[in-house]
């Protein structure tokens, strides 16, 4: 089956523009989590949604950083303002509940020049 | 504040080797721990998780082991292979947080044939 899709693959943006990073999880899973990893370290906690809501946005950096899950689905990852310290890999995993293991999708590389 | 940490960085074996990739983590209060690997320019999979009640899991030439009490598990890879290289992660549950992980910075793994 289709697994955690992630678009786009590749994104580069100048600083100060918004971007927008969308996340397709495994159809009927209820958890989903957005991490970022930066090279040769290991992905950092953003947010975790159970269905709509965020139930945990502690590791979002500063309020440039928004996310969204509007049907319990597709989430949309929101970036203003980019800064070039956000050139990242943005990954998105998905889990049947809290407490199985994550799937990820292959990321979104962002670069900001 | 949670630590995963993971020697050596980088490991060369050549191919037939047994190895043992080693993750160690700060707070021994532990929901589970989760080995994954990652290939270059992909996400993660997960190759085995182990709850806190468990001692170890296996799939096919990986075994995963997990001492809660010195903080420490370990991915032992038997007969290695070519295609086994690849980043190995592990990640710690955070307690308190149910539904974060907190990943080591990796190993990168090479086998060479």
């Known amino acids: 089956g289709a697994g955690v899709s992630q678009t786009p693959s590749n994104k580069v943006t100048e600083k100060g523009k918004y971007v927008e990073l969308r996340c397709d999880p495994i159809?009927?899973?209820?958890?989903l989590y957005w991490y970022r990893q930066s090279l040769g370290q290991g992905p950092e906690f953003l947010i975790y949604?159970?269905?709509?809501?965020?139930?945990?946005d502690s590791g979002l950096p500063n309020d440039r950083f928004f996310a969204v899950r509007p049907e319990g689905s597709v989430s949309t990852l929101k970036i203003q303002r980019t800064e070039r310290g956000d050139s990242a890999v943005y990954l998105c995993?998905?889990?049947?509940?809290?407490?199985?293991?994550?799937?990820f999708g292959n990321g979104t590389r962002l670069t900001v020049t | 504040k949670q630590e995963v940490t993971q020697i050596p960085a980088a490991l060369s074996v050549p191919e037939g080797e047994n190895l043992v990739l080693n993750c160690s983590f700060t707070?021994?209060?532990?929901?589970?721990l989760q080995w994954f690997r990652q290939d270059p320019g992909k996400g993660l999979t997960s190759l085995l998780l182990?709850?806190?009640?468990?001692r170890e899991q296996t799939s096919g030439r990986l075994n995963a082991s997990l001492d809660k009490s010195s903080g420490r598990s370990t991915l032992y890879i038997a007969a290695s292979q070519p295609g086994d290289s690849a980043t190995y992660l592990c990640?710690?549950?955070?307690?308190?947080?149910?539904?974060?992980?907190?990943f080591g910075s990796g190993t990168q793994l090479t086998v060479l044939p």
């Open positions: 949604f159970q269905g709509t809501g965020a139930a945990d």
């Open positions: 707070d021994s209060a532990i929901y589970n």
């Open positions: 182990i709850q806190s009640s468990q």
């Open positions: 995993a998905s889990s049947l509940t809290g407490n199985s293991p994550l799937h």
């Open positions: 990640a710690k549950k955070v307690p308190g947080s149910a539904r974060q992980l907190t």
């Open positions: 159809s009927g899973h209820t958890a």
